[in-house]
């Protein structure tokens, strides 16, 4: 059921992956302009806004699946959220990392406490928490239910989170450069546009391959997956 | 009510008689504060703009280590099973459980304060709105720490795993405790850090007990 | 624009590159890491199968 309609629906999205990958590119490299500003290095933008969107989307879309889990318990949507934590984490750490390069030139510094970038690195710390929590339990009912507690929790902090961190970040140094959507080139948003698309599609992708697994993993003693043609051959 | 004294008076009496456990926190946060100065330097600028930062940090990491033994007793001993069944409903138990921690771990915290204050020099209007904030503050530590302490009973490696889920969530009362010092430091006025940090009280003492109670449920099942 | 130019990104190419760099190893990392994690799934299920039918 789920199993085989995930199986089928992994390449579509791997393939619009790679297409919007390769156009989002393109548009990002060659067809937007320099910046005045900023000359080239602005270019990891197109990097480094869509996997910082897509680290929030997916913590929300994952407390979604794990409030879903615990409440109706459905297993389903408990593995479905165990199986987007890593591409979230990894998303979140991609955007900490690209926006630490973006940095250096625009900043001078490596690291600057700029109130985004640390609310993306307290979003790292609560993925971690959540993925440490679900792997430090051995039974997986109890730690799918634990870590969607924690997520709920979290999901419910991350606005306080935003909100204080901005507030402190304005406390100490003025709010760092704002890209108003509007004053971008069209090009700039059109690649920015693709390459969002393109890390979402990767971001399902990834996760129904991931989830494929887990269903493997929590099944294995059901009839339905001793007859599966991969695990018969 | 009657459920709430009881269990804060219970508690309170087991943590009197396992005294250590109450100093350790204690000396565990005044070695924390001890130590920055001898590693920042003594220069007394340097460490007035500290303080805040320091005290607020240690109270933090002194809360996390006692989070430990919240319910890891009751659990060994096989007690917090009949309180899961007690008639009455789980989340005033729970409350009073974290009301008796953030007295043992909490309330020493906030009584010591303006002692370590004192060794960075702070003067007496930023030790009152120090104090008024970790007085405001470490019951939401202690709260959001029953969540965590909830979730990880009963699991090896409980007490690190616990800092790593709880720390992420107490960061905005760090940032308002610390802000409301610095700002009255800096004389402007200091009333939105701690009003900020009241509302996060008054949010956190009407949910959190309801959802360790939940945890609780699903870590006994 | 030559090729050596566009790698160059105007003296960014550090910055640039280190950035799409990483993403882009992250991204092989993580597909090489999730499939890898199916044929281990994959193959113990085959042996607790033939466990399963030795008994």
Known sequence: ?233 | MSLLVLVVQRDLLLAVRRRADVLTTLIFFIMVVSLFPLGVGPEPVMLRNMAPGVVWVAALLASMLSLGRMFSADYQDGTLEQMLLVPQSLSMLVLGKILAHWMVSGLPLVLLAPVLGLQFDMTGQGLGVLVLGLLLGTPILSMIGAIGAALTLGLRGGGVLVSLLVLPLCIPVLIFGTGAVEAVISGISYSANLLLLAALLVLALVFTPWVTAQALRISME | MSWSEFFAMKGYALYVWGSYGVALSIFVIEIALVRHKRKITLRQLRLMRDAGEEE
């Open chain 1, 1 to 233: 059921m789920f199993y085989g309609l995930a199986g089928k629906l992994v390449p579509w999205f791997a393939a619009a992956a790679a297409v919007l990958f390769a156009v989002g590119l393109y548009i990002g490299f060659f067809v937007a302009p320099t910046d005045a500003v900023q000359s080239e290095a602005y270019r990891i933008i197109f990097i480094h806004v869509p996997t910082s969107i897509l680290s929030m989307f997916i913590y929300l879309v994952m407390a979604g699946y794990a409030a879903l889990g615990l409440i109706f318990n459905t297993r389903l949507s408990s593995m479905m959220a165990t199986a987007l934590a890593p591409t979230g984490a990894l998303f979140t750490f991609i955007a900490l990392w690209t926006g630490a390069l973006w940095g250096k030139p625009m900043w001078g510094a490596w690291w600057v406490w700029d109130a985004r970038l640390t609310s993306e690195l307290i979003l790292l710390f609560l993925y971690l928490g959540f993925i440490s929590l679900h792997a430090s339990i051995e039974d997986p009912r109890r730690a799918d239910r634990a870590a969607a507690l924690l997520a709920i929790v979290g999901s419910v902090n991350v606005p306080i989170i935003y909100f204080s961190v901005k507030w402190w970040n304005t406390l100490h140094q003025g709010a760092t450069i704002k890209f108003t959507g509007t004053s971008m080139q069209i090009a700039m948003q059109q690649a920015l546009f693709t390459m969002l698309l393109a890390c979402w599609a990767y971001a399902i992708a990834m996760t129904l391959l991931r989830v494929r697994s887990i269903i493997l993993e929590r099944e294995r003693n059901t009839q339905w997956v001793q007859d599966l043609p991969e695990v018969r051959s």
